[in-house]
């Protein structure tokens, strides 16, 4: 789909914000100076991107979902409807800790359910799957499969996001994958 960002007339996206070519704001999204997303984007009703949140090209985030300073989310990743990052592991209204803005890193073609929250200072693996609802607050593996709150990993799932079993095949694909030091790996790649 590259081309020209298509910006809907009620998202507010401020000078100094960088929007990739192909990418769809929708409406009432707000891009603030420095926020910077990739190409080929969508980024759904009510999305707000900080200034110092990054997202990769091919990115879909849905409906009122916040990307705050310091989250960094790579290519070809899905954030699902009202995920929750965040960015400060001990808040306070009259407590001012900007410096203490702590990174969440989500990883290529990694898939966040809805309404699942992601702490900060943690990191979601590459294709890792978070189910709906989960609360994620520790690191998640390579190509994991975790839900529930805590979030607790139940399995390990494909790049096409398919379950896997104890022989860790794709039952689509037929891909094979192998445990490594972060998580799994498809047998063919090198790390």
């Known amino acids: 789909m590259t081309g020209r960002a298509e910006i809907h007339r009620t998202a507010e996206v401020a000078e100094g914000a960088s929007v990739g070519a192909g990418t769809r704001v929708w409406q009432h999204c707000v891009l603030l100076s420095g926020a910077i997303v990739g190409q080929d984007c969508k980024l759904a009703h009510n999305v707000f991107v900080e200034s110092g949140a990054t997202v990769g090209d091919r990115v879909t985030v849905k409906d009122n979902v916040v990307l705050y300073d310091g989250v960094k989310v790579a290519d070809d990743v899905f954030i699902g409807p009202n995920a929750v990052f965040t960015n400060v592991s001990t808040p306070r209204a009259f407590v ?29 693996g590459a294709y890792a799957l978070i189910g709906a609802g989960a609360l994620v607050a520790r690191d998640v593996p390579d190509y994991a499969l975790v839900v529930g709150n805590p979030a607790r990993q139940i399995g390990w799932v494909s790049r096409a996001g398919c379950r896997m079993g104890d022989d860790l095949v794709c039952p689509e694909t037929g891909e094979r994958y192998v445990e490594c030091n972060t998580g799994l790996m498809a047998a063919h790649e090198d790390k």
Do not use: L, P, Y
């Open 96 to 124: 001012s800790r900007k410096d203490a803005f702590e990174s969440t890193e989500i990883g290529k073609g990694a898939s966040i359910g809805a309404n699942a929250t992601i702490v900060c200072g943690h990191s979601v």
